[in-house]
């Protein structure tokens, strides 16, 4: 009998990786363009796209795929209840009746994350509790045994959504967000996080077939992202560990196999130069670090001089992109201008037949560069508005001597 029994369950964990349900994919602010395009490309039709999030039909496989191959998202969330839910206890109630058996390990470990507003929670934490003791009763009532419950993101991952009197809760299937992709061995000054940068050079015009250049390269991260798109090294192929890999019925061939798929698609070597320079020695032993992590140091050629001293290959079409700093303290950005400024004749003197993109939280400070912009994209570093700065740096580039054209 518990052979017949263990087969039903393995036919009931498979439905959980078959059955198609809605998939949420979380991004951070202004980055659903970019993760949209990239959904788009691995061939999927997107349902719905919000300010920080995409959304598909799927099935967990289909997650599994997900998570090995974006760039930009953080979570990778697939929908197991939508419902009406005014109190605590209508949340619990609600996910009593579920058959968390068939979803995890009745002694494994599982840990909750929310994102709640609504009038009866003061604290997403006591929202967080009602789930656990749904889960916990669930298991112990059905199975005489409870699973382990903390904060650690290392097991299981059940995620809740609860805005006014809608709720849905989700199998997150990433467990430790996306965004960062795990080759960053060394913060170094202000990095810009992965997924960002990824964002921004997938907004740009780059062919993936000219040169990138990355002067002000600060620890690496748009040299390295451009090497790892341009090479085809997914981020997922960085990590070995996802919160899919503890659901009931995953099968470790699923995971092997989509892996050796893109490892398939790797480029070893890449028919253009991708370079990234900094002032700073320090700065460049970081980047090298960091690249070297990622498997795409060999991809990038680094130098250390000022961004004016860049090597800029000729007679190509490539992209030339600069983050420079902000500026926020007055003092400081009194002295950026002067920089900002040369970041202008750079583009206008060196970077002809390339598109120049400047990534900027400080407009005041951008029209310091004084050309004209083709493109503003709009992005959030954290808490800081920004934007990317496209120049169509062609032949006989002119000034735009108003300040206010930016």
């Avoid at 490309?41 to 099935?59: F, K, P, R």
């Avoid at 040169?211 to 981020?235: D, K, Q, V």
């Avoid at 140091?297 to 079409?317: A, Q």
Wanted: proline share 3%; with cysteine.
């Amino acid at each position: 009998m518990l052979y017949i029994y263990d087969q039903l369950l393995m036919f009931v964990n498979m439905q959980l990786f078959t059955s198609t349900s809605r998939i949420v994919i979380t991004c951070h602010k202004w980055l659903a363009p970019a993760l949209k395009q990239e959904v788009i490309s691995l061939g999927y039709e997107i349902e719905d796209i919000g300010q920080t999030s995409v959304t598909l039909l799927g099935t967990i496989k289909d997650c599994i795929r997900l998570n090995l191959n974006l760039r930009c998202g953080s979570q990778v969330m697939y929908s197991i209840k939508k419902f009406t839910c005014n109190s605590p206890d209508d949340l619990y109630n609600a996910l009593l009746p579920i058959e968390w058996d068939k979803i995890m390990a009745p002694d494994g470990y599982f840990s909750v994350t929310s994102n709640v507003s609504h009038s009866s929670i003061s604290n997403n934490l006591f929202a967080n509790l009602r789930v656990k003791d749904a889960i916990v009763d669930y298991m112990r009532n059905k199975t005489n045994q409870r699973p382990s419950t903390g904060s650690e993101l290392k097991g299981i991952v059940v995620n809740l959504f609860w805005k006014y009197d809608e709720a849905e809760v989700f199998i997150d299937t990433s467990g430790e967000t996306l965004t960062k992709h795990g080759y960053r061995k060394l913060p170094g000054k202000a990095p810009m996080l992965e997924a960002l940068a990824a964002a921004t050079i997938l907004s740009t015009k780059w062919n993936k077939e000219s040169p990138f250049i990355n002067p002000m390269c600060g620890s690496g991260t748009l040299a390295i992202e451009a090497a790892l798109i341009a090479s085809n090294r997914t981020s997922g192929l960085l990590r070995d560990s996802y919160a899919f890999m503890h659901l009931q019925g995953y099968q470790q061939e699923w995971y092997t196999t989509e892996r050796a798929k893109l490892d398939k698609e790797i480029k070893k070597t890449l028919p253009f130069k991708i370079i990234a320079t900094d002032i700073s020695s320090q700065a460049i032993g970081i980047a090298k670090t960091n690249a070297n992590a990622a498997g795409v140091g060999h991809l990038i050629e680094f130098g250390i001089c000022d961004f004016e001293k860049t090597t800029i290959p000729e007679g190509e079409n490539g992209v030339v992109m600069l983050n420079p700093e902000y500026g926020e303290r007055l003092g400081v950005e009194a002295e950026l201008e002067a920089v900002y400024a040369r970041i202008g004749d750079f583009f206008k003197n060196k970077c002809r037949e390339y598109t120049g993109y400047i990534f900027t939280g400080n407009l005041a400070l951008a029209k310091k560069i004084r050309l004209k912009t083709s493109r503003k994209i709009e992005f959030f570093n954290a808490t800081i508005d920004c934007r990317l700065l496209e120049y169509e740096l062609y032949e006989g580039t002119k000034r735009v001597v108003k300040e206010d054209s930016i």
